[in-house]
């Protein structure tokens, strides 16, 4: 029998087709742990089918799904801010709303929203912590700002190792050569998929990586 994994999956941002067939390419067991970094919605074709894809998937494994940036603008916006509305669709929100048939009021399923206040914004496990967007190297893990977990991208500020010892796993900077960052304490597997790279998972512990294309092309192994 197959040992239980910890697989992190980065921003899928809207392209179903690429995380499904990212999913069937792992071959995602029920005594499996799959952590999703964020950032669900905006800029690919299908933010909708993403949630319907992670809400299916969480009835199949342990799924730990992280609230991201984009994440955080979208729920904003369907609770009424729509202050915030022509920042975002500048953002990619405006497939997101084509997404829900243009009309976001009446569109949203109260279940999308549910998973989306529901998803936390730090995952511990043993050796690993999971975040969005970036950390601070001296602050405890459960003391981390909210700001620089959803927002803080590693072009703004490279953090340190943490003082946990654990090594960090973090999406939200788009690696545009579609290759994952690899700092030994830290690696950030958002690999540019909605920009022509890849969706990445990774098995933490392990090392294995799996990444399909926005099609779901599986990526040829070097």
Same mark, same amino acid.
């Given at each position: 029998m197959a040992s239980q994994r910890l697989i992190a999956i980065g921003d899928i941002h809207g392209y179903r087709d690429a995380l499904r067939a990212l999913l069937d390419a792992v071959r995602i067991q029920p005594d499996?742990?799959?952590? %999703?970094?964020?950032?669900?919605?905006?800029?690919?074709?299908?933010?909708?089918?993403?949630f319907d894809e992670l809400i299916a998937l969480a009835d199949h494994c342990e799924l730990?799904? !992280?609230?991201?940036?984009h994440d955080e603008l979208f729920l904003e916006i369907c609770c009424g801010a729509t202050v915030l509305m022509d920042d975002w !669709?500048?953002?990619?929100g405006d497939t997101t709303v084509a997404s829900y048939g243009g009309d976001l009021a009446?569109?949203?399923?109260?279940?999308?929203?549910?998973?989306?206040?529901?998803?936390?914004s730090i995952h511990e496990a043993d050796a690993f912590f999971f975040?969005?967007?970036?950390? %601070?190297?001296?602050?405890? !893990?459960?003391?981390?700002?909210?700001?620089?977990?959803?927002?803080?991208?590693?072009?703004?500020? !490279?953090?340190?190792?943490?003082?946990?010892?654990? %090594?960090?796993?973090?999406?939200?900077?788009?690696?545009k050569d579609g290759e994952i960052l690899d700092l030994g304490y830290l690696k950030c597997i958002d690999t540019f998929c909605y920009g022509g790279g890849w969706l990445t998972a990774l098995d933490v512990p392990s090392g294995q990586?799996?990444?399909?294309?926005?099609?779901? %092309?599986?990526?040829?192994e070097a």
């Open positions: 499996d742990t799959v952590v %999703t970094l964020g950032d669900y919605v905006d800029r690919g074709p299908d933010s909708r089918g993403v730990v799904p !992280l609230r991201g940036n !669709l500048r953002f990619g009446t569109g949203v399923p109260r279940e999308h929203l549910d998973f989306l206040h529901a998803c936390p975040v969005h967007g970036s950390y %601070t190297a001296d602050v405890p !893990l459960n003391r981390q700002m909210p700001e620089v977990l959803h927002w803080e991208s590693l072009r703004m500020r !490279l953090p340190g190792p943490h003082g946990s010892g654990k %090594t960090a796993i973090v999406g939200h900077t788009a690696q990586v799996w990444q399909v294309d926005q099609n779901g %092309t599986l990526r040829p």
